[in-house]
T-cell receptor, first 114, second 110 residues
Framework: DAMVIQNPRYQVTQFGKPVTLSCSQT?????MYWYQQKSSQAPKLLFH???????NEADTPDNFQSRRPNTSFCFLDIRSPGLGDAAMYLC?????????????FGPGTRLTVL | RKEVEQDPGPFNVPEGATVAFNCTYS??????FFWYRQDCRKEPKLLMS?????NEDGRFTAQLNRASQYISLLIRDSKLSDSATYLC???????????WGAGTKLIIKP
């Protein structure tokens, strides 16, 4: 089945220790997103790629970086995680030429910062 | 004012009852509207898109009111499995950039 896969599902890191989260998709969608979601809050868009074009949200901290080496893969790098970065990180994809652009989500990576 | 506002709830509803949520949005130029469902500690999943004429999918009915800038979700004959958080989603400038509400938590009680 076509899907969005995230690894790992759970990540524990130490304060200040870099961490990389990965996302892959078999949907062949042009757009990939990274969201941060904390408990009882809306998913917060960090950035998105339209093909290779990178779009950073204005309030995304510099601590967060992303790479998309090809259509299928996208990575989220957190250079120096702080306690406030503990959250669920959701990867999503969409194909923007459709009339209603449903976003398809991976299962998320739950990040714990010690 | 938030771009997308929802009552966070929780709505505690007995099984079999009808429940309705509203969501207001601030961007009058928005064209795409969705309801997503999110179970505890899981990813959001599309429940239904919301069309201008309103649409129904089984026990679920979605309505759009452009004049007042709100969308609604009605759930009839609620089931225990309907317990979840319902996220209202509206497009931003382009049709693939979405703004998410914080969700309305629904608890169906036996």
């Amino acid at each position: 089945d076509a899907m969005v896969i995230q690894n790992p599902r759970y990540q524990v890191t130490q304060f200040g220790k870099p961490v990389t989260l990965s996302c892959s998709q078999t949907l062949n969608h042009n757009v990939m997103y990274w969201y941060q979601q904390k408990s009882s809050q809306a998913p917060k868009l960090l950035f998105h790629y339209y093909d290779k074009d990178f779009n950073n949200e204005a309030d995304t901290p510099d601590n967060f970086q992303s790479r998309r080496p090809n259509t299928s893969f996208c990575f989220l790098d957190i250079r120096s995680p702080g306690l406030g970065d503990a959250a669920m990180y959701l990867c999503a994809t969409t194909q923007p030429d459709r009339a209603h652009n449903e976003q398809f989500f991976g299962p998320g990576t739950r990040l714990t910062v010690l | 004012r938030k771009e997308v506002e929802q009552d966070p709830g929780p709505f505690n509803v007995p099984e079999g009852a009808t429940v309705a949520f509203n969501c207001t949005y601030s961007n009058s130029a928005s064209q795409s509207f969705f309801w997503y469902r999110q179970d505890c500690r899981k990813e959001p999943k599309l429940l239904m898109s919301v069309y201008s004429s309103g649409n129904e999918d089984g026990r679920f009915t979605a309505q759009l009111n452009r004049a007042s800038q709100y969308i609604s979700l009605l759930i009839r004959d609620s089931k225990l499995s309907d317990s979840a958080t319902y996220l209202c989603v509206v497009n931003k400038d382009s049709n693939y950039q979405l703004i998410w509400g914080a969700g309305t938590k629904l608890i169906i009680k036996p």
